[in-house]
């Protein structure tokens, strides 16, 4: 391994302020396109079926309220 660690980025902190410092080097054009991706994954998940869940039930159902 010739590339030595930065273990600044190891910590919840570092990662934080690398996700920052990458998301500041996107074009607004780029930021809109991931801001599009981000919500389609979204939509994807929420829409997708559940494994512990019974036939006939919705997503919803196994909800509970706070």
Partial sequence: MDKAVDWGKTTFEGVRREQVRRALMLSPRER????????????????????????????????RSA
């Fill in 32 to 63: 809109l396109e991931a801001l599009y991706d981000l919500e389609r994954l979204g939509n994807f998940l929420r829409n997708a079926p559940r494994k512990n869940q019974a036939a006939g039930e919705s997503s919803t159902d196994n909800r």
